[in-house]
């Protein structure tokens, strides 16, 4: 079905660890978004895309980097896992017209 | 600048009576508004959307919203509460090229049987 995939859908890391959260979409859309969301505090905006080959700042991007090197996937990096990144990210994908982000299912991570 | 604010974390209505929750939102430019709803461990899901034109909108699952500009407010309602409609449900905000939302800290309904 078409939509956002998101890798991995779980993963538990240790302080300092690095990782990257990947989101694909498959509706050709230009603007993808990565969100966290905690609970009491709603969805919180770290990075986001308007086209392949750009990204710019959210509310939170400290501690994340992002990459969309390619339309169809926008990349979250980690370079050092703090506990306060303990967070469900999500990803999002929206195409001029539709007037409704297409979220995917979540990355539940969790750093001790 | 854009912002959200939901009245109430949690709600609570018993089967079969009226659910109305509260947003308020504050735009430089005209609004575009949603209402996501979240069942517990899924993503979001769209329930309805204000673009432009009738500010009485209708969604899914019997859900509607009327976007009054006078008071800057998007409120949710449903006639009928569902057991099925125990969700956490989130208002947002969107404005300018760059489509973001801005979401708000969202409202837990709890439907009393």
């Known amino acids: 079905n078409a939509g956002v995939t998101q890798t991995p859908k779980f993963r538990v890391l240790k302080t300092g660890q690095s990782m990257t959260l990947l989101c694909a979409q498959d509706?050709?859309?230009?603007?993808m978004y990565w969100y966290r969301q905690d609970p009491g505090m709603g969805l919180r905006l770290i990075h986001y895309?308007?086209?392949?080959?750009?990204?710019a700042k959210g509310e939170v991007p400290d501690g994340y980097n992002v990459s969309r090197l390619k339309k169809q996937n926008f990349l979250l990096g980690l370079e050092s896992a703090a506990p306060s990144q303990t967070s469900v990210y999500f990803c999002?994908?929206?195409?001029?017209?539709?007037?409704?982000?297409?979220f995917g299912s979540g990355t539940r991570l969790t750093v001790v | 600048a854009q912002s959200v604010t939901q009245l109430g974390s949690h709600v609570s209505v018993s089967e079969g009576a009226l659910v109305l929750l509260r947003c308020n939102y504050s735009s430089s430019v005209p609004p575009y508004l949603f209402w996501y709803v979240q069942y517990p461990n899924q993503g979001l899901q769209l329930l309805l959307k204000?673009?432009?034109?009738?500010?009485l909108v209708k969604g899914i699952n019997g859900f509607e919203a009327e976007f009054k500009k006078s008071e800057t407010s998007f409120h949710l309602t449903k006639p009928s509460a569902h057991m099925s409609d125990a969700a956490e449900y989130f208002c947002a905000v969107s404005g300018g090229g760059t489509y973001k939302y801005i979401f708000g800290t969202g409202t837990r309904l709890k439907v009393l049987a």
């Open positions: 509706m050709n859309h230009e603007y």
């Open positions: 204000y673009t432009t034109g009738a500010t």
């Open positions: 999002a994908s929206f195409g001029q017209g539709n007037y409704g982000y297409t």
């Open positions: 895309s308007v086209g392949e080959g750009t990204t």
